[in-house]
């Protein structure tokens, strides 16, 4: 057993981190899939959809061949309306309820054809959108996640000076480093972004971090408003012997150097046990998979229905040969001069619920061992209680809280995407920043 680089041949590796949901291969193919949609009274797309897109709207505009106002409806609700047409599992929001499915019939493709009309938007440098009068106000957005340039760009839209520091060289949040590589690339990342900027009067600061460069107060003594964005911090850690061996990672570096690097010089284990059963989960254990790792084994210690990843992302991991033991909970893991060897599990079973209202796993006394060389760890990620949970800001374990309108317990700072929620998904995180971003106009207007 050994952990390498260079498993595959370019052409491979190349074949495996393909788009996994590629656009349509010409207009027509497009506006004969919207022909299909049928234009629902209060559409059931529309409501599941976080950001509430006008999804009929938009689909029509394609079959009448005005695509530009399709880009525009989608951009309107949605700024980041293409990464999420690749990101967003449809199948548990709009695409879910599409109606043709009470029919046994497939789903309209709404995030194909979102991305049919945004793709064209950002290709074609369509600018949409034209901020018309300038606010005499500024305000610093810290994070430029999907929450930090969604809050952005609706302030910018609106007149107002934006600053946005973030501390990683490149913009874009886990959009550009923790998104699996088979959804969305870093130069589409990249594109995105400079059309988001596009609008002007956003200026961006890169490689510059809050608690380390310049501190919260710095930010309310130079701005009007501030709003947080940093998203969370590093994966929870399991808390068992043998974490700290050799071929022990978290998912958030192995994706992110999957991202950031060469396909070819990811190295990956023979054996690898993936703990989780998430989106990160899934994604970590396909592209071990298609780094060319011979056995990847998903470990999570509910049962299939209690499983957070939908079924479509768990079918892909199948298909891609990973392999799942459900009820399962690490419990050590072994080593051999420094390096992992194998997993040791319990064995579970599940009683009655626990405050989440789910089944509470109890360990049965049985324990059982997978052979591994390398062990992913991807259950969640913890938020930034460091500089957080020591600043004025009213918070549980780094979360901060807020009210509905994203204000938090300092007056002018407000905050919003997974360092609220707790993790959730883009389009999640991209409509509380426009919600936010409402919230601080209305404040600045006061102030
Ligand atoms: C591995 C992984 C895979 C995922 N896959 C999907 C998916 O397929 N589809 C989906 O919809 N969602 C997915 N998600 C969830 C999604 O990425 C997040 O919900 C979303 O990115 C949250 O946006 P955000 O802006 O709140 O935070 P982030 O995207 O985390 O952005 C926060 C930004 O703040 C910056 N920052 C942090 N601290 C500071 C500081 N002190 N000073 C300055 N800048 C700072 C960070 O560098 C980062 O750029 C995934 C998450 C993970 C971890
Ligand atoms: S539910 Fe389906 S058919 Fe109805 S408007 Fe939405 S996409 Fe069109």
């Known amino acids: 057993m050994s952990v390498q680089s260079h498993r595959l041949s370019k052409e491979e590796l190349s074949r495996n981190f393909s788009d996994i949901n590629p656009p349509f291969r010409c207009a027509d193919a497009a ?117 930090g340039l969604a809050c952005a760009h609706s302030l910018a839209v609106q007149g107002v000076h934006v600053t946005i520091f973030e501390k990683e060289k490149r913009p874009g949040g ?37 608690g380390r460069d310049f501190f919260l107060e710095d930010l309310t003594a130079g701005f009007d408003a501030v709003f947080l964005s ?34 070819s010089k990811v190295p990956v284990g023979d054996k690898v046990v993936v703990i989780g059963m998430g989106m990160t989960a899934i994604d970590a254990a396909t592209q071990a998979k298609r780094l060319g790792a011979d056995e ?20 892909l991991a199948r298909l891609d040969g990973c392999r799942v033991q459900w009820l399962a909970s690490p419990r050590e893991i072994l080593g051999k001069d420094g390096r992992v060897t194998s997993l040791i599990c319990d064995r579970i079973k599940l009683e009655d619920q626990d405050d989440d209202n789910r089944p509470k796993p109890v360990i049965t006394g049985e324990t059982f061992s997978v052979e591994a060389d390398m062990v992913i760890k991807a259950t969640g990620q913890v938020p930034y209680t460091d500089w957080i949970g020591k600043s004025s800001l009213q918070n549980i374990h780094g979360r901060i809280l807020t009210g ?29 920043g426009k919600e936010a971003a409402m919230t601080i106009l209305t404040y600045l207007k006061k102030n």
């Open 31 to 147: 506006i004969m899939e919207a022909s299909r949609c049928l234009n629902c009274y209060d559409a059931p797309c529309a409501r599941f959809c976080p950001t509430h897109i006008d999804i009929p709207k938009f689909i029509r505009q394609i079959v009448t061949g005005n695509i530009k106002g399709s880009a525009r409806t989608v951009f309107t609700s949605n700024i980041l309306g293409l990464a999420c047409s690749k990101v967003c599992p449809v199948e548990r929001l709009c695409e879910g309820v599409c109606v043709h499915q009470l029919q046994k019939e497939r789903s309209v493709p709404i995030a194909r054809l979102q991305r049919f009309s945004t793709e064209k938007a950002l290709k074609e440098k369509w600018n949409l959108f034209n901020p018309n009068c300038f606010l005499d106000k500024k305000v610093a957005v810290v994070g430029s996640g999907p929450a």
């Open 174 to 210: 886990l959009l550009t480093y923790g998104i699996a590589a088979y959804k969305v690339t870093p130069e589409s990342c990249r594109d995105e972004v400079d059309y988001i900027l596009s609008v002007g009067g956003i200026g961006l600061q890169l490689e510059k971090e809050l």
């Open 296 to 315: 990847v084994t998903l470990v999570y210690r509910r049962s299939i229905q209690e499983k957070p990843c939908s079924d479509r992302e768990l079918n």
């Open 404 to 432: 509905p309108g994203f204000e938090t317990s300092i007056p002018g700072v407000f905050a919003g995407g997974d360092v609220v929620n707790g993790g959730k998904e883009v389009v999640h995180a991209v409509q509380q």
């Open 230 to 263: 940093i998203g969370l911090g590093k994966t929870r850690p399991l808390g068992i012997p043998g974490e700290h061996l050799d071929g022990v990672i978290d998912a958030i570096g192995f994706i992110s150097r999957i991202r950031t690097g060469e396909f």
